[in-house]
């Protein structure tokens, strides 16, 4: 494997020493914070050290997210790496939310459609983008509910309402869940892992009046069931 570019290198996120791999992803498959992230947004870009920011990344390789989301006990005031609580994981794509999980431990849960992962752009008074201030979002639902919306022809898709937030002050996030999918349905071709058993991609407007909020990132795949 190669080492980490000179980009890499010098991000707010993912430089430190102490976390930098020769074996660590190139381009898309690295996710890129917004500046003052992990802070919930750009006007609490003081309370995130750079200490906190070095050791936070997420990762994209052919069979797995690997990420680290870290913690600064003191805030600001954090002024040793020591005293960073990592809170590292790595999540194989053969796992929720990447595949359908199962249902009674015994057959994958996909009678409401294929888990969905997805990029949430922040919208105030429904047309005011505020992505510079807070970031993008990228949330995971169980399930896509087949495409069904909040109201009956417009607005948010459905699956909304039971998503959780995986990633928060995202920068250019549907970049990163393009180079997800791509490894997802290589994976998923290698493996035998169904296509309506893995999770699809999609760029949301969080918007309640705007029928074409869920965008589709990428293209199917060719793979057959």
């Given at each position: 494997?190669?080492?980490?570019?000179?980009?890499?290198?010098?991000?707010?996120?993912?430089?430190?020493?102490?976390?930098?791999?020769?074996?660590?992803?190139?381009?898309?498959?690295?996710?890129?914070?917004?500046?003052?992230?992990?802070?919930?947004?750009?006007?609490?870009?003081?309370?995130?050290?750079?200490?906190?920011?070095?050791?936070?990344?997420?990762?994209?390789?052919?069979?797995?997210?690997?990420?680290?989301?870290?913690?600064?006990?003191?805030?600001?005031?954090?002024?040793?790496?020591?005293?960073?609580?990592?809170?590292?994981?790595?999540?194989?794509?053969?796992?929720?939310?990447?595949?359908?999980?199962?249902?009674?431990?015994?057959?994958?849960?996909?009678?409401?459609?294929?888990?969905?992962?997805?990029?949430?752009?922040?919208?105030?008074?429904?047309?005011?983008?505020?992505?510079?201030?807070?970031?993008?979002?990228?949330?995971?639902?169980?399930?896509?509910?087949?495409?069904?919306?909040?109201?009956?022809?417009?607005?948010?898709?459905?699956?909304?309402?039971?998503?959780?937030?995986?990633?928060?002050?995202?920068?250019?996030?549907?970049?990163?869940?393009?180079?997800?999918?791509?490894?997802?349905?290589?994976?998923?071709?290698?493996?035998g892992i169904k296509p309506s058993q893995r999770a699809i991609f999609e760029v949301v407007k969080?918007?309640?009046?705007?029928?074409?909020?869920?965008?589709?990132?990428?293209?199917?795949?060719?793979?057959?069931?």
């Amino acid at each position: 494997m190669s080492a980490p570019t000179q980009e890499q290198m010098s991000s707010i996120h993912g430089n430190s020493k102490y976390v930098l791999s020769a074996d660590q992803p190139q381009g898309a498959g690295v996710l890129q914070f917004m500046d003052f992230a992990p802070a919930p947004c750009s006007c609490c870009a003081c309370l995130a050290p750079k200490l906190q920011k070095g050791r936070q990344y997420a990762h994209i390789y052919d069979n797995r997210l690997s990420i680290n989301m870290p913690f600064a006990p003191c805030c600001c005031l954090t002024c040793d790496e020591k005293c960073i609580v990592d809170k590292a994981a790595i999540l194989y794509h053969d796992r929720p939310p990447a595949r359908a999980g199962m249902c009674c431990f015994v057959i994958p849960c996909t009678c409401c459609g294929p888990p969905v992962i997805f990029v949430s752009k922040p919208v105030c008074c429904c047309c005011i983008d505020m992505v510079p201030y807070f970031g993008e979002q990228i949330k995971t639902a169980p399930c896509n509910f087949f495409g069904l919306k909040k109201g009956c022809c417009c607005g948010g898709p459905c699956y909304m309402s039971c998503a959780a937030p995986m990633f928060m002050g995202v920068k250019n996030g549907a970049v990163f869940l393009d180079a997800w999918k791509t490894a997802l349905d290589q994976y998923g071709q290698k493996t035998g892992i169904k296509p309506s058993q893995r999770a699809i991609f999609e760029v949301v407007k969080d918007s309640e009046f705007d029928h074409n909020s869920a965008q589709t990132i990428g293209k199917s795949g060719t793979d057959t069931e």
